[in-house]
């Protein structure tokens, strides 16, 4: 049964505001609806069409993905060809094809001709036809003379306009342009590819292509692929403009996407400045690109200049330096960071690689060393973008020498000696030096000085690190043996501020047990779980002999925190530097152990705390609560005991009205702490 005119005319309705609302979000970057809005109206136009199939079109916005899997790619010939581009390396190169360019258009040599110039996207070159506006045909780029039929894929990419829009387009009209994957889209598309044990791609050149040929358009579909578009091909039953710029407006006015970096400049110095300038926010785009194309602006210039046999002789790529190259791992060493992760770094014999030669590289983790399989010997691409550390991007499997081994993580840290040990479940390796590992000490001495810790105001990181360079503090228990004649020593340092400061590091001394510990840095050991110790053992010594069982019955004390506690007072020079620390004079009240958790009057009971108290302080209200046996949470949720909410709260008390917790102002909190 045919549609009825009424529903025609609602389809071509809905049509036009889809094609319309996809310009808006997918080219212009600018969405005027909700996507809630955009998703009716697809809805509705599905509807439709599935009540009047006769009303399914091909440039519908609802046929994107609607082909069904093909066997093989079909071969079309390109009626024009699409040639590659001559490169430029350098600026004298560029001061070449100048030249070249004006002697066979008669010019003078220091003529300012106008370049468009643009990007030259690091993706894959397509063509598409359209007749009478409507998408008919996609092809790579192939040999340049014929491509592959591609056209039911271009068709899933939501920037590629089914019908174009406007007026006064050619009756055929093919253009030319630069499929490619965006930098955030491949970082997605590669971390849930490995999530879920899926090939990643090596990067987004090769991901754009790699989804430019699948026979299944859903998967294309699946793909976060964008495009660019840069020139015109074939122009039948009507025109263009005289200037390629203007071309590029002009294709813009009729829905396809044109790169927003283009630009029109004077001579070689202009093509030299937009170089430069673009250069300089090259890694702050979120697309890859490996030079500037520039062309001839003049289209009657671009005629009677012509083309070489692969090539036209009015336009060329200035190319950045390669961000990817081939070397040889000489060795593979293991570095440990600022928090005692154990890295492994590849040596490699000397290579020229974005714009800089290279001779290390990050391997990231174990897991990434063994999932790339990078062995001492083995010839690699390795790859750097800015500022980035340049990484091992793969091997190149044939090229691998006999007996190569594989690289296992040391068991001894190879700056302490401690011992390195990595969890199941995660990545990095870990040094178990703490105080004790150089590579660690900045952190380490930041940490025990903070506020939560041993509080040592006037300490801050700059002043630290003056003195780990100085090699003047190693382990935190030589901040107690500094004086004053050393601390004058110092930068920005005076004899006031040195007086100050020593007389903060001696009243540091005086602390609790919970603190002290907090202030040792073992991880996954905070202020909770200290103040938990402190209050389940009462004593230092308690804690440093307890075993994995006796660590895990203690609140909050799981089996992982329990093997951190253990590794650590485990290693000798940890108990070295906790025994200076108490010969310095710092100390605390000891105490009986606890009696059972169950026992403490507010055990089990979760707060929260909001807001200003009048008389305490959130953290003295944090110390009193735990002291009593709470828990003291930073967000409310349905296990939140109470809210303890004080001048100025804010979300967290309306979040408590709403799941109708217990609040309490500093009166009653002070009941609770003492209604035993």
């Known amino acids: 049964m045919s549609a009825s005119a009424a529903d025609r005319k609602k389809s071509a309705s809905l049509r036009k505001q889809i094609w319309h609302h996809n310009h808006q979000y997918h080219v212009l970057d600018e969405p005027d609806v909700p996507d809630a809005e955009y998703d009716r109206l697809v809805r509705e136009l599905q509807q439709l069409e599935a009540d009047n199939p006769d009303l399914v079109t091909a440039e519908s916005p609802t046929q994107r993905v609607g082909a069904k899997p093909i066997k093989a790619f079909g071969t079309i010939a390109h009626q024009l060809p699409m040639l590659s581009l001559d490169n430029a390396f350098n600026a004298d190169e560029l001061r070449d094809f100048h030249r070249r360019v004006t002697d066979r258009l008669g010019l003078d040599a220091e003529s300012a001709l106008s370049y468009s110039a643009e990007p030259k996207l690091d993706g894959a070159a397509v063509s598409l036809l359209y007749e009478d506006g409507v998408l008919v045909r996609g092809a790579t780029r192939g040999d340049g003379n014929s491509g592959e039929d591609i056209t039911h894929n271009v068709r899933t990419i939501l920037a590629v306009p089914l019908q174009l829009m406007g007026e006064g387009f050619p009756r055929t009209l093919e253009v030319r342009g630069e499929v490619f994957m965006p930098r955030a889209g491949f970082a997605a598309f590669n971390a849930a590819a490995a999530k879920n044990d899926e090939k990643t791609f090596v990067n987004p050149r090769n991901a754009a292509a790699g989804s430019l040929r699948q026979l299944d358009p859903r998967l294309t579909a699946e793909r976060p692929l964008d495009i660019y578009v840069y020139s015109v091909g074939v122009v039948d039953g009507g025109s263009v403009p005289d200037r390629h710029s203007e071309i590029l407006c002009k294709l813009q006015d009729w829905g396809l996407k044109v790169c927003p970096e283009r630009k029109v400049v004077s001579g070689i110095d202009g093509c030299l400045e937009f170089y430069a300038d673009i250069g300089a926010k090259r890694d702050d785009l979120p697309y890859e690109i490996d030079g500037i194309v520039y062309k001839i602006d003049r289209l009657d210039y671009q005629q009677t200049l012509g083309f070489v046999s692969r090539a036209p002789r009015w336009a060329i790529a200035h190319k950045f330096p390669a961000q990817e190259e081939l070397t040889v791992v000489r060795d593979i060493e293991f570095q440990v960071g600022r928090t005692g992760a154990v890295t492994p770094v590849a040596r490699l014999a000397p290579v020229f690689v974005g714009g800089v030669t290279v001779s290390n590289a990050t391997l990231h983790n174990m897991d990434e ?67 004790f590992c150089a590579a660690q000490r900045v952190e380490a001495l930041k940490h025990f000085v903070s506020r939560r810790a041993l509080d040592i105001d006037g300490l801050g990181a700059k002043l630290i690190e003056q003195l780990v360079d100085i090699n003047r503090v190693k382990t935190p228990a030589d901040l107690f043996d500094l004086d004053q004649d050393g601390l004058m020593g110092l930068e920005r340092m005076g004899e006031k501020s040195a007086i100050n400061l020593l007389a903060s590091i001696d009243a540091s001394k005086k602390t609790t047990l919970s603190r002290f510990l ?55 020079h940890n108990q070295d530097v906790v025994q200076k620390l108490i010969e310095s004079g710092v100390s605390w009240p000891e105490a009986d152990p606890a009696p059972a958790a169950d026992d403490g009057h507010l055990s089990g009971k979760v707060f929260v705390l909001t807001g200003t108290l009048p008389t305490m302080s959130r953290d003295e209200a944090k110390d009193r609560i735990q002291a009593a046996g709470g828990k003291v949470t930073g967000s409310v949720s349905k296990k939140t005991d109470f809210l303890v909410a004080g001048e100025k709260s804010g979300s967290k008390l309306t979040s408590a009205q709403k799941l109708e917790v217990a609040i309490l102002d500093e009166g009653g909190l002070e009941k609770l702490l003492i209604d035993q």
């Open 369 to 435: 060393l063994n999932r790339k399989d990078v062995r001492v010997g083995d010839t690699v691409i390795v790859r750097r973008a800015g500022d980035v550390i340049p990484e091992v991007v793969k091997i190149v499997p044939d090229r691998r020498p006999i007996g190569a081994k594989i690289v296992k993580i040391p068991s001894q840290c190879p700056e302490c000696g401690s011992a390195v040990i990595r969890e199941e479940d995660e990545a990095v390796a870990r040094c178990t030096g703490g105080l």
């Open 518 to 572: 907090y202030a040792l840095g073992i991880r996954e050991v905070g202020e909770a779980t200290a103040a938990s110790l402190a209050t389940h053992y009462g004593r230092l010594r308690n804690v440093m002999d307890a075993d994995e069982a006796g660590l895990q019955s203690v609140q909050d004390v799981g089996p992982v925190v329990a093997s951190r506690i253990l590794s650590f007072f485990g290693e000798q």
